[in-house]
Each structure stands twice: as C-alpha cells, then as structure tokens.
C-alpha cells in the first residue's frame, strides 16, 4: 500500500505549501485517542491479568505519541515573495527566520530538491520503503521536508517544488 503523508498545493504565484493528506492528519489524532480510549477504559474498569500495567503503559505511549506525531506531519512552505521556506504553514516575515532553526531559511541558499529512498525495518520483521524529499543548502546541509510512502506522489511533490525554486531535481530513489 502506497501512502502519501503530504500533497502540495500552490497558493499563489509565490507561495507553495505541501500540507499533510487527510489521511495524515486523521491519524496524528486518532493515535493519541486510542490511548486515552485505553486509558480511560482502565480508569473505569481497571486492568487485571498476568501483567495489569502493560495497557497502562501502552495507553501512556499512544497518547505521548500524538505531539511527536503531530510534529512530523505538519506543512512545508516555500515564499518566493518573502525568500524563504519554513516548516509550517500561515504567514511568516523575512525577519522571522532564525538562523538556527534547523527547518526554516533563505531559498537564496537552497541549491537543489533530491529524493532519497530508505528501507524502514520494523521491530516485527518486514520493512517498507519510505521516499524522503529535502532541500540541499549550497553549503551541502539537508533540509527534510517531507517524507512519503508512495515514489509517484514523491516524484511529482518534488519535481514541482524544484521547478517552483528553478534548482535541480536529484531524483536517487532507485540507487
């Protein structure tokens, strides 16, 4: 199953966002709802059993969970008005941007959209290919901004995003 986190979507002449698919979003909230379904249906029946804390602290994680979640699976903008890109959406200044924020710059430094493939191997066994779309910075940094499930959706989010800055597109999902 091929999943996409991420769509883009131009809001003016200068402006695309790639925002999180509804799919994306639905599951940022409901992960942490399950665990306070678990916590809650503890809290009013309790847990018995060989070992009564383990749904507690699964109920606990997948709860946790939800700002980390929300935190990965937020929108990406890129101005050309303003000059610059920044994780997140809404409006932003020039002057806003810290130089120390890993996620947020000046397009000026950017100078080229690449993909990359990696293989997620999960605890169970079994992996699955995750397609990463980041901006190279002249200086050589990466900036990700967004990670999918499916190549074609990736393809098609960077080749726009690369057209949109007019940079190269480093395309190494197949290498």
């Not at 109920?59 to 000059?83: C, E, I, K, Y």
């Not at 002249?138 to 900036?143: A, N, W």
């Not at 499930?149 to 949109?164: E, H, N, P, V, Y």
Request: aromatic letters at 10%; one cysteine or more.
């Amino acid at each position: 199953i091929s999943i996409r986190s991420h769509e883009s979507m131009r809001e003016g002449g200068n402006r695309v966002t790639l925002r999180p698919t509804g799919l994306a979003r639905a599951f940022v909230v409901l992960f942490p709802l399950v665990g306070a379904g678990v916590i809650g249906y503890g809290l009013l029946f309790g847990f018995s059993g060989r070992v009564p804390w383990l749904p507690w602290f699964v109920g606990a994680v997948f709860l946790l969970a939800g700002p980390f979640l929300r935190s990965l699976v937020r929108p990406f903008t890129l101005d050309r008005g303003l000059g610059i890109y920044w994780n997140g959406a809404g409006e932003k200044s020039a002057n806003s941007v810290r130089v120390s924020d890993a996620r947020a710059g000046p397009l000026a430094d950017v100078h080229a959209v690449q993909i990359i493939r990696e293989q997620v191997r999960m605890k169970e066994g079994g992996s699955y290919a995750s397609y990463e779309i980041n901006l190279v910075l002249k200086h050589g940094r990466r900036v990700n901004v967004c990670d999918h499930g499916d190549l074609s959706g990736t393809r098609a989010d960077a080749a726009r995003i690369a057209t949109f800055l007019r940079v190269p597109l480093w395309d190494a999902a197949d290498a």
